[in-house]
C-alpha cells in the first residue's frame, strides 16, 4: 500500500531463470541494438575556425582555462581563440617571419595570461593573450611582452617548465635553456653531436628531466642538472614528436616516420613496449588526453586517430573531404574535444567520443547511455556486435595503401617462415618486432 498518492509504486520481478528462458537472446538483441545506435549518433565533427591564410603548423591549449586555444601557422601569424564562441581574440599577424614553430602557455604568468612562440627566424616572443601589451607605433606591438634572439639559425620548439621560470628551445645545434630575465640562453647542451634538435619536452614530474626527438633518429633523456645526456635511443627513422603521459610521467609516445607511433618508458628505451599503428604516412604530432589513458595522432595521411594507452589499434579514425594533411592536434582540457589544425588554413573541433551529446543530460538519459555501454562492452567479442563497433569507413587511398601493407606484411612474414624451415636449427629464428624497431641505444 501507498502512503500517499505521490509514493511510487513498487514493483515486484521475479528473477528466477526458469520464468525468463529468452533472457540471454533478449539482452544480445539489446547489445546489437545499442551497437547500431553508437555507429548512427557517430558525428565526431562539432565546428572548424577559419581566419588563417596558411597551414596550421602548432597549437597550444591553455593549461588554465577550457576556452582558450593559441595557434600558429606557416605565414608567421599567430591567434588567440575563443573555442566557446568559435571566434577569434586576438591576431598577430606578422608574429614571426616564416613559419611559426612552437607555441607555449607561460604558466608563471602572475597577472594577464601570456605565451611563448618561436620561429624559424630566430625568436622568441612572449605575448599577451589579451592584446593589450606595451603601448608602441607598431600595431604588431600590441600584446608584445618581451623578445629573444637566438643567434646560431632558426628555433624548432619550445616549452616551458611546469613550475619553475624557465624555458627550453631545440634549434638547428643544440638544446638551450632560457631564463625570462635574460637575454641569452642560461645554458646550452649539444646532446651527441651537432645534428639537429626536432622537439624537447620537460617531463611533468621530474623537474630537471628532459626528452628530445633529433634528425639523426634519436630519442635522448638530458639531466638539465649536468651537461651531460642520459640515454640515448636511435630509431630506423626520424621521430617528429613527443609528449609525456600526464598522469604516468615516466612514460612518453613518439610520432615516426615510418608511419607509427611508438610508447616508451624511461626505465627501458633498448626497445618500445608498445607499437601503434594504423597510419599509412608519417605521423606529425601527437597530444595525451587529461586522463593519460589514451592519445590522439595526426597524420601526413589526413586523418586523425585515437589510441588507448595499451591498445595497438586505433579506436576511431576521423577525416573530412577537405581536411589536409594534419600537423598538430590537442586535447581539450576537460578530455571532451579535440583540436586539430591542418595544412587547409582550418581548425576543427572534435568530440573525443563520437557519437557523445553535446549539452545537459538529464538522469533517464544517462542511466539509458550506461546501460547500452554495458551492454555492448559484455558482448563486443560476438562477431555481430564486433563487426558494427568497430567498422570505420576511410577514404579510398588509406584502404588501398591499408590493403598493400597487409600483403606485404604477410610476404615478408611467408618468407621468414621460409627461411627458418630450411635453415639449420638455430642459425635463424623470428625477430621480435618491438626490438627491430630499435638500431642502436647510446649511454
Known amino acids: 500500500t501507498r502512503e500517499c498518492v505521490g509514493d511510487v509504486k513498487k514493483v515486484s520481478r521475479n528473477l528466477n531463470p526458469n520464468h525468463h528462458p529468452m533472457q540471454k537472446a533478449r539482452e544480445y538483441t539489446r547489445a546489437v541494438t545499442s551497437a547500431k545506435l553508437e555507429r548512427m549518433f557517430a558525428k565526431p565533427l562539432c565546428h572548424s575556425l577559419e581566419g588563417h591564410t596558411d597551414g596550421v603548423m602548432v597549437t597550444c591549449p591553455s593549461r588554465n582555462s577550457l576556452r582558450v586555444?593559441?595557434?600558429?601557422?606557416?605565414?608567421?601569424?599567430?591567434?588567440?581563440?575563443?573555442?566557446?564562441?568559435?571566434?577569434?581574440?586576438?591576431?598577430?599577424?606578422?608574429?614571426?617571419?616564416?613559419?611559426?614553430?612552437?607555441?607555449?602557455?607561460?604558466?608563471?604568468?602572475?597577472?594577464?595570461?601570456?605565451?611563448?612562440?618561436c620561429g624559424m627566424d630566430g625568436y622568441v616572443k612572449l605575448w599577451d593573450m589579451n592584446g593589450s601589451g606595451r603601448s608602441s607605433d607598431d600595431p604588431e606591438a600590441d600584446g608584445l611582452l618581451n623578445t629573444w634572439r637566438y643567434e646560431n639559425g632558426s628555433l624548432k620548439c619550445i616549452d616551458h617548465h611546469w613550475t619553475e621560470e624557465q624555458f627550453a628551445t631545440a634549434s638547428d645545434h643544440a638544446v638551450d635553456l632560457w631564463n625570462p630575465n635574460r637575454a641569452t640562453p642560461i645554458q646550452s647542451f649539444s646532446l651527441?653531436?651537432?645534428?639537429?634538435?626536432?622537439?624537447?619536452?620537460?617531463?611533468?614530474?621530474?623537474?630537471?628531466?628532459?626528452?628530445?626527438?633529433?634528425?639523426?633518429?634519436?630519442?635522448?633523456?638530458?639531466?638539465?642538472?649536468?651537461?651531460?645526456?642520459?640515454?640515448?635511443?636511435?630509431?630506423?627513422?626520424?621521430?617528429?614528436?613527443?609528449?609525456?603521459?600526464?598522469?604516468?610521467?615516466?612514460?612518453?609516445?613518439?610520432?615516426?616516420?615510418?608511419?607509427?607511433?611508438?610508447?616508451?618508458?624511461?626505465?627501458?628505451?633498448?626497445?618500445?613496449?608498445?607499437?601503434?599503428?594504423?597510419?599509412?604516412?608519417?605521423?606529425?604530432?601527437?597530444?595525451?588526453?587529461?586522463?593519460?589513458?589514451?592519445?590522439?595522432?595526426?597524420?601526413?595521411?589526413?586523418?586523425?586517430?585515437?589510441?588507448?594507452?595499451?591498445?595497438?589499434?586505433?579506436r576511431e579514425i576521423y577525416h573530412t573531404k577537405r581536411m589536409q594533411r594534419v600537423y598538430t592536434v590537442n586535447y581539450s582540457t576537460d578530455n571532451r574535444y579535440i583540436v586539430s589544425g591542418s595544412d587547409d588554413t582550418n581548425l576543427r573541433v572534435w568530440k573525443a567520443r563520437a557519437s557523445d551529446k553535446i549539452g545537459q543530460l538529464t538522469p533517464r538519459e544517462e542511466r539509458s547511455i550506461h546501460y547500452r555501454k554495458a551492454l555492448v562492452k559484455k558482448y563486443k567479442h560476438m562477431p555481430e556486435v564486433h563487426n558494427i563497433s568497430k567498422h570505420r569507413k576511410v577514404p579510398a587511398l588509406i584502404k588501398k595503401k591499408t590493403s598493400i601493407f597487409h600483403i606485404q606484411k604477410a610476404s615478408a612474414q611467408r618468407k621468414q617462415v621460409n627461411r627458418v624451415k630450411h635453415s639449420k636449427p638455430g642459425t635463424v629464428g623470428f625477430k621480435n618486432e618491438r626490438k627491430t624497431a630499435i638500431v642502436k641505444e647510446i649511454e
Open 192 to 314: 651527441w653531436g651537432t645534428d639537429s634538435v626536432n622537439v624537447v619536452k620537460y617531463n611533468p614530474s621530474e623537474r630537471c628531466l628532459l626528452a628530445h626527438c633529433s634528425s639523426d633518429r634519436g630519442i635522448g633523456l638530458h639531466d638539465v642538472r649536468v651537461n651531460l645526456g642520459l640515454r640515448k635511443t636511435l630509431l630506423s627513422m626520424r621521430s617528429n614528436c613527443l609528449e609525456w603521459n600526464p598522469m604516468e610521467p615516466q612514460k612518453f609516445v613518439v610520432g615516426n616516420e615510418d608511419f607509427n607511433a611508438y610508447s616508451f618508458d624511461i626505465r627501458k628505451l633498448n626497445e618500445p613496449y608498445m607499437i601503434h599503428k594504423g597510419h599509412v604516412m608519417a605521423v606529425m604530432s601527437v597530444a595525451w588526453a587529461p586522463t593519460g589513458r589514451e592519445f590522439v595522432t595526426g597524420s601526413y595521411d589526413k586523418t586523425i586517430r585515437i589510441f588507448g594507452l595499451q591498445s595497438g589499434t586505433a
Open 69 to 117: 586555444m593559441v595557434s600558429g601557422s606557416a605565414d608567421g601569424e599567430v591567434r588567440v581563440w575563443d573555442l566557446a564562441s568559435q571566434k577569434g581574440m586576438v591576431a598577430y599577424t606578422r608574429a614571426h617571419n616564416g613559419w611559426v614553430t612552437g607555441l607555449v602557455e607561460n604558466p608563471s604568468a602572475s597577472e594577464s595570461p601570456s605565451f611563448y612562440s
